[in-house]
């Protein structure tokens, strides 16, 4: 039998996509060492890669040696679609949420396993989050986690229901049965709610935003203090939003099906 010993090797692209892959958002900056332990690459693979996507502006390099996400990578992430339609007509809806509460304003998309938050609003007076635009972060423990996952598609939530569920603060619900009914009460309702399961201090208010498809374009979620536990009157502020958003969506297919 012929061994293909070069089937394990990844190739010279996936290699570039593999050193990209290694930042996130606790570590947005990292040394030439740092990429190759975490992409698991030669130190002089690295070293020719990192040059090469320096040179291209995917990377940038500091003074001190340190590598982070260039512009140009970033230019190129703004053109895709969630990042642009969505954002872009979503936008209007929540800077008038964020007038009405002066609140955190989130809009997520369902990525994966993951809650993938496009935009945020925030002021001095809202509340501190762990959010941030093209953060990732568990569906079950989110207000806009839980509205997309109430309406996924029942095997997704099986599969995520049969995964392990981190437990991020002490009030995070982690018990399967227990999640699986607070997703029912939640697509009953029409709004997902959550209470400090993210972050201590805060509480949140999440509703789907309607597509033509079975799952939702995204969700609109408002992140409040604790202490202000009416959460239920923000809801009608928060679904005129999300049909207004949903309605422009649907105009935007239409024109440009048109055209």
Known sequence: ????????????????????????????????????????????????????????????RDADGYFSIGLRLWEAATLAPVAGRLREIALPFMQDLYETTRENIHLAVHDGFDALYVEKLSGHRSVPVISRIGA????????????????????????????????????????????????????????????????????????????????????LGIVVHSVRTDLHRLVPDLRAAAEGIARRLEAAHRAVHVT
Do not use: Q
């Open 1 to 60: 039998m012929v061994v293909n010993r070069d089937a394990p090797r990844r190739s010279m692209a996936g290699r570039a996509l593999a050193l990209l892959g290694v930042f996130d958002t606790a570590h947005p900056r990292l040394k030439l060492t740092e990429l190759a332990r975490r992409a698991d690459l030669p130190l002089a693979t690295v070293h020719r890669l990192a040059g090469e996507l320096v040179s291209w502006g995917a990377l940038e």
């Open 136 to 219: 990732r972060l568990p569906m079950h423990a989110t207000g806009v986690g839980k509205a997309l996952l109430a309406r996924a598609d029942p095997e997704f939530v099986r599969r995520y229901l049969a995964r392990p569920l981190p437990r991020v603060t002490r009030y995070t619900i982690t018990e399967r049965a227990r999640l699986a009914r607070e997703l029912r009460a939640t697509a009953e309702r029409g709004y997902a709610l959550t209470n400090e399961e993210m972050t201590l201090g805060s509480c949140s208010v999440a509703v789907a935003i309607p597509a033509d498809g079975y799952e939702p374009a995204g969700a």
